[in-house]
Nanobody, 126 residues
Framework: QVLLQESGGALVQAGGSLRLSCAASGRTFSNYAMGWFRQAPGKEREVVALINWSGRDTHYADSVKGRFTISRDNAKNSIYLQMNSLKPEDTAVYYC???????????????????WGQGTQVTVSS
């Protein structure tokens, strides 16, 4: 059974930092793009940050550029999201996801991702 398990979500004040982790089990994702998505109440799920299979290429939503950093450790089958200078508008459930297709670039559409974690809540208070 493939499992993606997020951790690290919390309640934090605006301007603070959090580090999210996503550990995969049941399958090796070292050849797959992975990413972080988020969904706020009443809104659609949106891409936050993506990383290609090797870790050499990344993509960020404009709203988080310069504040968030995605990374991966293929030896640990894990990805991470360092979030700095958090804003109330960053409040959402954050999901880790893995692409369906190996070495297929970094697709932005959630529909391209076949494996999802259960999500971790990030709440930023003003």
């Amino acid at each position: 059974q493939v499992l993606l398990q997020e951790s690290g979500g919390a309640l934090v004040q605006a301007g603070g930092s959090l580090r999210l982790s996503c550990a995969a089990s049941g399958r090796t994702f070292s050849n797959y793009a992975m990413g972080w998505f988020r969904q706020a109440p009443g809104k659609e799920r949106e891409v936050v940050a993506l990383i290609n299979w090797s870790g050499r290429d990344t993509h960020y939503a404009d709203s988080v550029k310069g504040r968030f950093t995605i990374s991966r450790d293929n030896a640990k089958n894990s990805i991470y999201l360092q979030m700095n200078s958090l804003k109330p508008e960053d409040t959402a459930v954050y999901y880790c996801a893995a692409d369906r297709t190996p070495r297929a670039g970094m697709p932005e559409a959630p529909s391209n991702y076949g494996y999802w974690g259960q999500g971790t809540q990030v709440t930023v208070s003003s």
